[in-house]
């Protein structure tokens, strides 16, 4: 992904120097923002908060639509909602009156996937995604990580085009959040779309990306695109303890705290 002319049928995802000014705000959102997402990669977008990191998702989803410049999905404008895009929030927002396999066939019931066939691809997320002998239960009944793995499974089981993720693990302990990221690893490895996805731990940045979208301090624009050099499959445990994982670590931070105000705050244990 660069701001490089490419070939448009290799891009899921373009930003053409988008600006979004919201009514009454003293200064944009984002400001010419550019970058291009290729198909059947996943690449995070991190930088301080309010940079405008959670706008370019809305934008990327079509629940907001740009001041100026343009986004671009499959080669068409979004000037829509984007019905190819699933969207996985901080919250799991599970629907709390439909048990886990009812929330994770939602998308097929929509779409008027055939009882049998839906069913049949029901049992293989709720296996998938370790959530066997749950799935008759609802979600007050469930940890936080389960919940979130419910929201996951919900959002890959339609093989949707492209997954854009708000923080997906940021409210979960750092043990839960761990284990969750090598499942989504795991679980992209039978998928054959997109997946864009915000976060602020650097950390999560370098597990799961191809490529990592850096923005700067609001009104948020793209400082930096570094790519991850690590091939697929991966393992979380044996990528922390690679020279090649400080190197990229040092790298992104040095990029990133030029961001941010660092009176009291440090690169934290990795």
């Known amino acids: ?20 000014e919201f009514p009454g705000s003293h200064q944009p959102a984002i400001q010419d923002v550019t970058f291009r997402v290729a198909r059947r990669k996943l690449v995070a977008v991190i930088g301080p908060s309010g940079c405008g990191k959670s706008t370019i998702l809305n934008l990327a989803a079509g ?11 499959d080669g068409e ?5 984007n019905s190819s895009a699933a969207y996985v929030t901080q919250q799991s927002h599970l629907l709390p009156w439909l048990s886990v396999k009812a929330n994770i066939g939602l998308a097929l019931k929509f779409r008027k996937v055939p009882k049998d066939e839906r069913d049949e691809r029901v049992a293989h997320w709720v296996k998938v995604v370790g959530l066997t002998g749950f799935e008759d239960h609802y979600p007050r009944e469930l940890s936080g990580g389960m919940q979130k793995r419910c929201a996951i499974a919900r959002a890959l089981i339609y093989d949707p085009s492209i997954v854009l993720m708000d923080e997906p ?8 959040r761990l284990k969750l990221q090598q499942d989504l690893l795991n679980l992209w490895q039978e998928q054959e779309g997109t997946l864009v996805f915000v976060t602020h731990d650097l950390n999560e940045a370098i597990y799961l990306a191809d490529e990592v979208v850096v923005m700067s301090k609001g009104p948020g624009t793209v400082t930096r695109v570094l790519r991850v050099p690590f091939e697929r499959p991966r393992s979380i445990g044996s990528l922390v303890d690679s020279h090649e994982f400080s190197e990229i670590y040092n790298e992104l931070w040095s990029v990133f705290k030029s961001e941010i105000d660092l009176s009291g705050a440090s690169a934290g244990a990795r």
């Open 169 to 176: 693990f940021g409210p979960l302990d750092a043990i839960t």
């Open 63 to 73: 629940l907001l639509s740009p001041t100026r410049g343009q986004v671009h999905f």
């Open 77 to 81: 404008r979004v000037t829509a909602v």
């Open 1 to 20: 992904m660069s701001t490089n002319q490419r070939d448009p049928s290799a891009e899921a995802l373009r930003f053409d120097n988008v600006t979004l």
